[in-house]
């Protein structure tokens, strides 16, 4: 609705005459038209390229660079087919699309795409017409990909190769994991994309394309033809703190190198791949230099796999206040946007906050789910009145059988319910995990504590079938 406003009142896409207003999307549709027209090359010269986008949108309007690799000319000729108002419009909402869908893969939650929606950085990359929604679906499609059909998780991040700076780390965490299909297929899909692209435009731009990277990196980072407050990497934060280019980039090399490095720690543990997932999208935010404000939206990928990982395995109100949090920051972070590269400390809390939890997040859950049972034990025994019961039974049993936990929990639970029973004297309600095949291992068990009260046989029965069949 808000977009619906600012293009009523002639601020977004067309001014209140019909023209088109400049934005980050004109120069990916004057692009596609060189590209059309046989010009492709034309696109990196800066001087030529102004000249059109004068023309374009008038000459107080300014000029944008492209500084896109000539794999990127297939998409933009494909959206200049269309009139400049209604490419605009296809473009989001594919991309939105996109990201949406792969937002919900991750989740299974019809409230993603409303998440997404309100996110802050999703109204500014709108409002621009940047790309941060395709990114944010490729990233995240092939992450959530990779675990069962690693080919389609390389294709995905082979098309990431137009904004090559976030696919920096991905080939070091596949190799770390011995993905070698995903590394294979990432590789293999980058240079497909080079290929269609030399045969569709020629071998030109692609001949251009390093002076026109090597001139916009010049002044995006060293000479500062933008507010340093919308770079928000680490290297931005440190440049709009004051410092000169050679120590800023000291510090964001120290910073990435050493998230690149936890990283891989955490792809090399044996543990969720949610979290995994989490953690890589994240980092891969924070070791590019070249980050603004509308590829923070990126940010939501890592987002919806730690909330995932909470949801399946459960997480300590810390984690939980600490996300509500960072999603508060997002907003801080879009109304300081030009100010203060606040995204660098968003993305810095974020991947701290994933590798506690790979370090120390399960075994502060593990005791919160113990001392649960511990006190419904307890409380069993001080009221003879109600029926015993192991807390959550299932879910120690789950957690068994999967590795997180080990068995002499479930002994000690085991030692505490039995004690509490044989002392009330109650009879204990029989509990779901049980099963025939446990139960015939059990019989001789139960002969054994046949001179017990029978309440108390009866729970040694319940324990020890629950213990047996999620151990083995």
Request: with cysteine; glycine share 8%; aromatic share 10%.
């Amino acid at each position: 609705m808000l977009l619906l406003g600012f293009y009523r009142s002639g601020s977004w896409i067309l001014d209140p005459n019909g023209a088109p207003i400049l934005t980050d999307f004109t120069p990916m549709w004057l692009a596609g038209r060189e590209a059309l027209a046989g010009h492709a090359a034309a696109a990196y010269d800066s001087r030529h390229f102004g000249e059109i986008q004068t023309e374009f949108v008038g000459p107080h309007a300014g000029q944008y660079p492209w500084p896109y690799p000539p794999i990127f000319f297939l998409p933009a000729a494909v959206v200049a087919l269309l009139p400049y108002g209604w490419a605009f419009l296809a473009w989001q909402a594919a991309t939105l699309a996109g990201c949406v869908a792969v937002g919900y893969r991750i989740l299974h939650d019809g409230l993603t795409p409303l998440a997404i929606l309100a996110a802050p950085l999703s109204l500014l990359n709108a409002y621009v017409g940047q790309n941060g929604f395709l990114t944010a679906a490729l990233i995240g499609a092939g992450l959530s990909f990779l675990e069962r059909w690693p080919v389609i998780a390389g294709v995905c991040f082979g098309c990431l190769f137009y904004k090559s700076q976030f696919l920096l780390l991905f080939p070091l965490l596949f190799a770390v994991a011995r993905h070698w299909r995903a590394l294979a297929a990432t590789v293999a899909a980058g240079a497909l994309l080079a290929i269609a692209s030399s045969l569709a435009f020629g071998v030109e731009p692609w001949l251009a394309f390093p002076a026109a990277l090597t001139e916009r990196a010049q002044a995006a980072l060293v000479v500062q033809d933008l507010a340093w407050g919308k770079l928000q990497s680490v290297y931005g934060l440190a440049r709009a703190l004051g410092l000169g280019a050679l120590p800023a980039g000291i510090v964001h090399a120290i910073l990435a190198l050493l998230v690149a490095a936890l990283a891989c720690l955490i792809w090399r543990r044996r543990g969720s791949f949610d979290v995994k997932a989490a953690a890589a999208a994240s980092a891969a935010l924070i070791v590019t230099p070249y980050l603004f404000a509308y590829d923070m939206v990126a940010i939501v990928i890592p987002g919806a796999f730690l909330v995932k990982d909470l949801i399946e395995r459960g997480g300590t109100r810390r984690e939980h206040a600490a996300i509500l949090g960072l999603f508060c920051g997002l907003f801080a972070m879009f109304a300081g946007a030009g100010i203060v590269p606040l995204g660098a400390i968003v993305n810095l809390l974020l991947f701290s906050l994933i590798a506690r939890r790979t370090f120390r997040g399960p075994r502060d859950v593990r005791r919160r789910r113990d001392r649960a049972a511990r006190r419904d034990c307890q409380s069993a025994a001080v009221q003879p009145d109600r029926p015993a019961r192991l807390s959550r039974p299932g879910a120690i049993a789950g957690r068994v059988s999967s590795g997180r936990a080990p068995a002499s929990r479930i002994r000690q639970a085991s030692t505490t319910a039995i004690n509490a029973v044989a002392s009330s004297g109650t009879k204990p309600r029989p509990t779901s995990a049980s099963n025939n095949g446990a139960v015939h291992t059990n019989r001789a068990n139960s002969e054994r504590n046949s001179a017990l009260p029978s309440s108390a046989a009866s729970t040694i029965h319940n324990v020890a079938a629950i213990a047996s069949s999620t151990v083995s």
